[in-house]
């Protein structure tokens, strides 16, 4: 199985500031015939379900602020949340779906300082 | 609009069986894969496994093979989990997912795009 770290457990950014969550996977999640990685993040807020945010590293989901942006490739990828605001307090997970099983990361708790 | 609705809570005693619907509306059913989570309380995402109804190709997480069946009802649209000889460690959040469908591929991936609001279950003497 594929597993997936990430880095940091929890960080605290103060408001406007950047906050950057990291994910490596055990092995490539690029797959060479698309030329895709098959790697999304998720946000969740207490009491609700996950949210999709970014799929295939980078791309940007349908409503998601531009402030979220995805890159990386291949066992590493970041997520970063430019200029964070009070409602981007979340936990957020990477979650690999290129093999069966799909894993997620452990979670990154997002807080304000 | 894309909804997926499941039972909001079930109680169940250890050794007992589970059986939680996701009624899903808004979207052609068999065109998407869909997946099961369970989230132990205070903690992370654990990926149960997922469904193809087109076929009916399923994958399972290996800490639930042997233990959860997912099934789904084409008819009306609805997937099923159940989950077998339950513990007291089964007490969790269950939420059912939609998988992504590429419409420039016609392909269904399964990182998830819309989600249930999560079955709360609980497992007590």
């Known amino acids: 199985d ?9 960080l ?22 698309t030329n895709k990685n098959y790697l999304a993040w998720y946000q969740q807020k207490p009491g609700q379900p996950p949210k999709l945010l970014i799929y295939w590293a980078s791309t940007r989901e349908s409503g998601v602020p531009d402030r979220f942006s995805g890159s990386g490739s291949g066992t590493d990828f970041t997520l970063n949340i430019n200029s964070l605001q009070a409602e981007d307090v979340a936990v957020y997970y990477c979650q ?18 | 609009e894309v909804q997926l609705v499941q039972p909001g ?12 619907s996701c009624r899903t509306s808004g979207y052609i059913f068999i065109n998407h894969w869909v997946g099961w989570v369970r989230q132990l309380p205070g903690k992370g995402l654990e990926w149960m496994g997922i469904m193809y109804p087109h076929d009916s190709d399923v994958r399972y997480g290996p ?4 233990r959860v069946t997912i099934s789904a009802d ?26 992504y469908y590429d419409a420039l591929t016609g392909l269904s991936h399964s990182n998830f795009d819309k989600w249930g609001q999560g079955t709360l279950v609980t497992v007590s003497s």
């Open chain 1, 2 to 10: 594929i597993v997936m770290t990430q880095s940091p457990d929890s």
């Open chain 1, 12 to 33: 605290a950014v103060s408001l406007g500031e950047r906050a950057t969550i990291n994910c490596k996977s055990s092995q490539s999640v690029l797959y060479s015939a």
């Open chain 1, 96 to 113: 690999q779906y290129y093999g069966s099983p799909d894993t997620f990361g452990q979670g990154t708790k997002v807080e304000l300082k």
């Open chain 2, 9 to 20: 809570a079930e109680v169940k005693k250890p050794g007992e069986s589970l059986k939680i």
């Open chain 2, 63 to 66: 800490s639930f093979k042997g």
């Open chain 2, 74 to 99: 084409k008819s009306i649209s609805t997937a099923y989990l159940q989950l077998n000889s339950l513990e007291a460690s089964d007490t969790a959040m269950y939420y059912c997912a939609r998988g």
